[in-house]
């Protein structure tokens, strides 16, 4: 396997391993009837935390919210997948709300230099957050194939697209290359993995490499982004959304497989992503914290708070 390209059948986009992506209606129905799971609370409160500066040779990562990150260096600021929205959903009367607030309000929000964008799946690409950060910042869009158009619509114009091992260079002088990754993208019935998913390899300015993996489900992939682009300084995984497992399998991976994740990437340090925020799947909301700390041991896979900064250096 390589990094690319992405391999398409009929016009849509395939995994890495020449699958299709997702789940079958049939199954869709059946998870559906399952029913919601465990029940999450209505609301946590935040605790406040200081928000310190990046200095020379230094990352600054505050984790915002599910897999909305803030990334500083003293040259470059970075939003992976911005979503300020109390919603993840087409509407903004239903669909999963969040049950805490972004950790850094919008007011407080440093000018974004560039958005790196995993895929099209309304948790991930926010159509109202995306356009405010327009209007105020216009910052740079790094995001897959097929969603330049898209944003274009909303009013969004310029972004660059990507198809899997192919680079970027961003603002500041870092360079974002696009990682594969099994899932899938769309955002209505009709258009199921027209546009492509993944994550970003990141090499910013003073050599720190950092992976946003995205959303993906386990697969030999992870180890090729590891051997081509790695090792990483840290990584980016996802630890929530896995329950009921028969059928997320098709496209998150568990708290287990993402310390194994970690290990496939070459990481020397994992920040879990993905998790406490939206209620998606069965699970409680506190089990994926509580799988990853029996299953870590000796890793350094570290769980921010939300509005909590970890301050990493390269090599440290």
Not at 32 to 37: N, T
Not at 132 to 157: C, V, Y
Request: aromatic content about 8%; proline content about 9%; overall charge positive.
């Amino acid at each position: 396997m390589t990094l690319g390209p992405a391999p398409r059948r009929d016009g849509r986009f395939l995994n890495p391993d020449g699958s299709r992506g997702g789940q079958s209606f049939r199954n869709l129905v059946r998870m559906i009837r399952e029913g919601g799971g465990t029940p999450w609370p209505a609301r946590i409160e935040n605790t406040p935390y200081p928000r310190p500066e990046p200095g020379p040779g230094e990352v600054a990562i505050t984790n915002i919210g599910h897999a909305t990150f803030l990334i500083r260096t003293p040259e470059v600021t970075l939003l992976t997948d911005p979503i300020w929205s109390a919603r993840c959903s087409p509407v903004g009367w239903a669909g999963p709300r969040r049950v805490r607030d972004p950790g850094l309000a919008w007011d407080a929000l440093p000018k974004i230099d560039a958005v790196l964008l995993s895929h099209a799946h309304y948790d991930h690409m926010d159509r109202p957050t995306l356009r405010r950060l327009h209007r105020r910042d216009a910052p740079f869009i790094a995001t897959g194939l097929g969603n330049r158009a898209r944003l274009a619509r909303w009013g969004i114009p310029g972004a660059t697209e990507l198809d899997w091992g192919q680079s970027t260079t961003l603002p500041g002088g870092a360079v974002a290359t696009f990682t594969p990754a099994r899932h899938f993208a769309a955002r209505t019935p009709f258009d199921h993995s027209r546009s492509l998913w993944g994550g970003f390899a990141l090499e910013l300015p003073g050599g720190f490499r950092l992976c946003f993996v995205g959303d993906t489900a386990w697969g030999s992939h992870l180890s090729v982004i590891g051997e081509t682009l790695g090792p990483f300084d840290a990584a980016l995984i996802p630890i929530g959304a896995y329950e009921p497992h028969w059928f997320m399998q098709a496209v998150h991976i568990t708290p287990e497989q993402a310390v194994e994740a970690q290990q496939a990437l070459r990481a020397r340090t994992a920040i879990a992503m993905h998790h406490g925020v939206f209620k998606l799947t069965q699970e409680a909301i506190d089990e994926p914290v509580l799988r990853l700390q029996k299953s870590k041991k000796s890793a350094d896979f570290r769980n921010p708070d939300v509005g909590e900064t970890l301050l990493l250096r390269r090599g440290t």
